[in-house]
């Protein structure tokens, strides 16, 4: 098993709709939690960032983070051309040698006119 | 614009040779983290930099090695190169306990042939 699942998609959506990205990670003893978007042949840019569970919301974009089921989503409302990229969730333990990332697979999303 | 540079951005090299990729940590950033990102998957951790030491490494060989100097700019040394190794590699640096803000550069293209 994977540590950090992620559907690859590709995920297509009209503009305007709302997008939910999901992952599900196996290792509980970390507890950071972030979204990356990657656009083709470019470098991972960090969208945000959660610690432990509960909702985080930037602008268009909302993290949330369920302990429970070991489930970590991202919203995007509003859906815009310009979010057509690969989200990457990934899982840190924050400091030290554990503040590796374990990445998912990353999701396509394409967002259409 | 992460602060986080990185060259080559691309490069062709033999089977068997060897390659060195340099990268430039954000300002004040004293951690360095280098990944691969073979084309449809996450970045995998190679290894980390603190203080010029090595400080964690992920499932690699030890044909892969580094170097983090003084100024906490990073080098990845890849020796023997193989057909695998073909892939995005992306430097990522971050202050030391705030792992959960980790800033990755736009990556060196390395293909084998």
């Known amino acids: 098993q994977k540590e950090v699942e992620q559907d690859p998609g590709p995920l297509s959506v009209p503009e305007g709709a709302i997008v939910s990205l999901n992952c599900t990670y196996s290792n509980s003893a970390f507890q950071y939690f972030m979204w990356y978007r990657q656009y083709s042949r470019k470098g991972p840019e960090l969208l945000m960032y959660t610690y432990s569970s509960g909702n985080k919301e930037d602008g268009r974009f909302t993290a949330q983070v369920d302990k429970s089921s070991k489930y970590i989503s991202l919203f995007i409302r509003d859906s815009q051309p310009s979010d057509s990229a690969t989200y990457l969730c990934a899982q840190t333990g924050g400091t030290g040698t554990a503040s590796k990332l374990t990445f998912g697979t990353g999701t396509r999303l394409q967002v259409t006119l | 614009e992460t602060g986080v540079t990185q060259s080559p951005t691309h490069l062709i090299k033999t089977r068997g040779q060897q390659v060195t990729l340099r990268c430039s940590s954000q300002?004040?950033?004293?951690?360095v983290s280098w990944y691969q990102q073979a084309l449809g998957q996450g970045p995998q951790f190679i290894f980390q930099?603190?203080?010029?030491?090595?400080?964690g490494r992920g499932n690699f060989p030890p044909r892969f090695s580094g170097l983090q100097f003084p100024n906490y700019s990073s080098e990845l040394n890849v020796n023997a190169l193989e057909l695998d190794d073909s892939a995005l590699y992306l430097c990522?640096?971050?202050?030391?306990?705030?792992?959960?803000?980790?800033?990755f550069g736009e990556g060196s293209w390395l293909t084998v042939v």
């Open positions: 930099y603190y203080r010029e030491e090595e400080n």
């Open positions: 300002s004040g950033h004293n951690t």
């Open positions: 990522a640096s971050s202050l030391a306990g705030q792992g959960n803000t980790i800033y």
